[in-house]
Structures are given as structure tokens and as C-alpha cells.
């Protein structure tokens, strides 16, 4: 009775160490969730508590039907070790031939229930089936690289091997567990199995600590190649666009010189200089002076494009009046829109209030901005269409010029685009003039000024582009 009692009580401590070891791989699986390997091992662990729960409660082994769950937890217990090592080695899993295999022990179950099986014949069954998924596990864990889980790999193996030793003794004594004489050693082998599960669980989990040791290694190696690949096609990419200024820049010094010459000439012939012309003359030379001033803007445009892209654009801020520098630009924006007082309306919200109009800007950039916005509002609007301009205190930081049309408006699918050179926000079919660049220019300008750009739009309604405006530190005094 001693040798029964002394078998519980080894069956009773190992379930502490299966909680233990199923705690540890539940914690791990929580760590990594991608490796699903690691909950199907969860199960190795859990059964052999279940198994260890009903064993302490059957110590003289009874025909009875909770030594056959025993059995069953015990062969459950390995089939999840099985299926998680082939899922760790991304091995096929054949499900039918693993429900086949438990549905065959279920079957051998019954059966021996029935006849009220001995001892030494459940424990030949167990032994017998448990060794396919044990075999099966090894087989899985050899298909392991041995560079990436030498050490680890191997481990886990012999101690998952291990427990065949121990099969070989209890079929070399005949599963004669009830013998005397072989008492010690039983007790010694079961001893053995349960040191085998522990390691062999301590083995699994090293072997999820590699995978992630060899993952982070193949990130760390993917992400050097890929910056070693970005800094190439970065260095690629300087050099196409230092070749890009430099083709812009000479292009734009070569084709002013004989645009000068042509928008001279067509000028001078405007001006009768070289004696009248018929009506016909007249439209022609107005189509020359007005196709060469349209090359000619277009060309600025490139250049001052590459010159902001390359930081060769001069900023001069200078604390100035809001309200002065609108007035000086009015004209030009008059001369744009139309010498039509109706189809330009200016709303000054600050006029007459008692706040500053102290600014710090670029004079000339700050004009060529609002010059390009209004330019725009008249392209994509209706020759009758009005242009609306306001001028706000946004707050303690910015004011604010904003500038309306009643135009086409722009659709919601390209507000990305509006801001990108050589992007026209599916205007590049119409017969609009222009190559997509002067809001770019804008943004690039008032962004170097400190300011702010944005805009609103909606299709059929119009559109408002507007700047912030940085407030001069001495806005509270006069400035003139």
C-alpha cells in the first residue's frame, strides 16, 4: 500500500509543476499572440493536470471511468504537444488522421471498459499511442534550422524523447506496476517522466524565446537592407533632382533671352513704333505679345519652382502694415480681375478697429502669393463671376487674407493634390493656362515667412484659398 501511496504523492506534486509550466506558457502566449504554437502547447500541461487530479483520487486502480479519462487526458495531453510543434515548424497538419487516431483510442476505451480491462493492458494501450505524437513531435522539431535553434532545437528533443526510454523499461518489466520488486523503480521511472514534461515544456518555451530572438535578427537585417536601399535611391533621387535644377535653370536663362526679344519686338509693333497696322496685323501681334508674356510667366514659374526646392529663394521680413501693403497691391489685383470695380469686392474686417497691423513679412513674396491666388480665382471662374477678398484677425498669432471665387470648385478626391507642383486637381485636360505649380510656390513662400495656408472648396460653389499672416511681437505699436 506504501509503494500506491508514494506514487499519489508524486502524481500530486507533479500537478503543481504542470500549473506552473501552464501559467508560463499562457504568459508567453500573451507576449506573443502571433506564434499560435504556443497555445496549442498550453494544452500539453493542462491535460497532464487533469490527469494528475484524477490519478491522486484512484490510487488502487479500479476498473473504473475515471482511470479511462485519465488515459484520454494523458493522450490529449501529447496530441496538443504534437500539433504545436508542427505548427512551430510550419509543417502540414493532417487533422482527419489525428481525429481518426483519438476516435481509435476512444474506441480501444470502451472497449476495455467494457471487458474490465487489467492494469498492465490500459497502460500498454497508453504507452503505445502516446508514442505516435511523441514521435510525431520530434520528427516536427527536426525539421528545425540548426543555425537559427541549434541549442534550443536538440533540447527540447531529447527530453520529448526521453519519456520512450522510459516506455522501453515499463514494456521490458511487462507494465508490472502492481509488482514489488520493481517498486523503486517505477517510482523512479514515473520520477523521470514528469522531470521529462518539465524540461521538455522549459525546452518549448526557449524555443518560442528563439523564434523571437530570429525574428528580431531577420527585421534588424530587413531594415538595414531596406535603409541601405533607401539611401541609394535617396542619393539617386538628389541627383535626378540637382539635374532637374540644373536643366531648369539653364533652360530658363536660354529661352528668356529670345522671349525678351520677341515680347520686345511684338511690343514695339503694339506701340506703332514702326508705323500702323490693319486689323489683322493688330490680332496677330497681340497673339505674339500675349502667347510670349504667357511662355514667359511659365518659365518664372519653373525657375522660381527650382530656386524654393534648392533654398535659393531670398526672404526679407520686415515688420510692416497689413493695410499699406494690401493697398499697393490692390492695382495689381484690380488689373487681373478687370478694371470692373463690381467683379472686385474687398471686405477689410480690421479696418477701424483699434488692433495693430503689424506683420512680419516678405513684401514681394507675400504680393506674388495674393497675385497668384486671385489669378486663379479668375481662370477656373466665369468671365461675370465675382472675387471676394477678406482680410481678418484670426487671433493673437495670425491675421488673415482669404480670397473667393464662385468658380468650378475642386472635388473631395483631390484636396491632396492641390498643394503638389505640377498637379492641376484634375484640371490638366481643360484648356485652363498654367502647368500646376504657382500653389506650390505659395505654400512653399508663406511657409518660410512662418505662415499658414489652407483652403476650402466645394463643386459647383467655388473656392477659398486663404494665408495666415504672422503678427508682428510689437503689434501693439503704430506702424506706417
Not at 476516435?103 to 487489467?118: K, P, T
Not at 493492458?121 to 527536426?142: G, N, W
Amino acid at each position: 500500500m506504501n509503494f500506491f501511496i508514494d506514487i499519489a504523492t508524486l502524481t500530486s506534486m507533479s500537478g503543481v509543476f504542470y500549473t506552473v509550466l501552464l501559467v508560463l506558457l499562457f504568459l508567453f502566449w500573451r507576449q506573443n499572440p502571433d506564434i499560435d504554437a504556443i497555445l496549442w502547447w498550453c494544452g500539453f500541461p493542462f491535460f497532464r493536470i487533469i490527469n494528475s487530479l484524477i490519478a491522486s483520487d484512484t490510487t488502487d486502480y479500479v476498473s473504473d471511468i475515471l482511470i479511462y479519462a485519465g488515459n484520454f487526458s494523458i493522450i490529449l495531453s501529447d496530441t496538443l504537444l504534437m500539433i504545436g510543434c508542427i505548427k512551430f515548424t510550419k509543417l502540414r497538419i493532417q487533422y482527419k488522421l489525428i481525429y481518426g487516431y483519438l476516435g481509435l483510442f476512444l474506441i480501444i476505451c470502451f472497449y476495455q471498459f467494457y471487458v474490465g480491462a487489467d492494469l498492465p493492458t490500459r497502460a500498454r494501450y497508453v504507452v503505445i499511442f502516446d508514442v505516435i505524437p511523441i514521435i510525431a513531435s520530434i520528427y516536427a522539431l527536426s525539421h528545425l534550422s540548426n543555425a537559427e535553434y541549434a541549442m534550443e532545437k536538440f533540447f527540447t528533443i531529447f527530453w520529448t524523447s526521453f519519456q520512450v526510454g522510459v516506455f522501453i523499461f515499463w514494456i521490458l518489466i511487462d507494465f508490472e506496476y502492481s509488482n514489488m520488486r520493481y517498486g523503486p523503480s517505477i517510482v523512479i521511472s514515473l520520477t523521470l517522466v514528469y522531470l521529462s514534461h518539465i524540461f521538455t515544456t522549459l525546452g518549448l518555451i526557449i524555443l518560442t524565446i528563439a523564434k523571437r530572438r530570429n525574428n528580431l535578427i531577420f527585421e534588424s537585417k530587413k531594415h538595414k537592407k531596406l535603409e541601405e536601399e533607401l539611401i541609394i535611391a535617396l542619393e539617386k533621387a538628389q541627383f535626378a533632382n540637382e539635374e532637374k535644377n540644373k536643366f531648369l535653370t539653364n533652360m530658363s536663362h536660354e529661352l528668356r533671352t529670345p522671349l525678351n526679344a520677341i515680347i520686345g519686338f511684338s511690343e514695339s509693333l503694339k506701340l506703332r513704333f514702326y508705323g500702323e497696322l490693319n486689323q489683322k496685323q493688330t490680332e496677330y501681334v497681340d497673339n505674339i505679345y500675349g502667347g510670349g508674356e504667357l511662355l514667359l510667366k511659365l518659365i518664372t514659374d519653373l525657375l522660381n519652382l527650382s530656386n524654393i526646392e534648392e533654398g535659393r529663394v531670398e526672404i526679407k521680413l520686415e515688420e510692416v502694415n497689413l493695410q499699406h501693403l494690401f493697398a499697393k497691391t490692390l492695382p495689381l489685383l484690380e488689373e487681373i480681375v478687370g478694371h470692373d470695380n463690381e467683379k472686385l469686392i474687398i471686405n477689410d474686417n480690421i479696418k477701424g478697429t483699434k488692433i495693430s497691423f503689424a506683420v512680419i513679412l516678405d513684401q514681394i513674396r507675400t504680393k506674388q502669393i495674393l497675385i497668384n491666388f486671385v489669378s486663379n480665382a479668375v481662370k477656373y471662374s466665369d468671365k461675370n463671376s465675382i472675387v471676394i477678398i477678406d482680410i481678418d484677425d484670426v487671433n493673437d498669432q495670425f491675421f488673415r487674407i482669404s480670397v473667393s471665387d464662385q468658380g468650378m470648385g475642386i472635388a473631395e478626391d483631390q484636396y491632396e493634390n492641390i498643394f503638389k507642383p505640377f498637379n492641376r486637381a484634375g484640371n490638366d485636360k481643360s484648356n485652363v493656362e498654367g502647368i500646376g505649380v504657382g500653389l506650390s510656390i505659395a505654400k512653399n513662400l508663406i511657409e518660410v515667412m512662418k505662415g499658414k495656408i489652407g483652403f476650402r472648396s466645394e463643386v459647383g460653389i467655388g473656392s477659398t484659398f486663404w494665408i495666415d499672416i504672422p503678427k508682428s511681437k510689437q503689434r501693439q505699436l503704430p506702424i506706417s
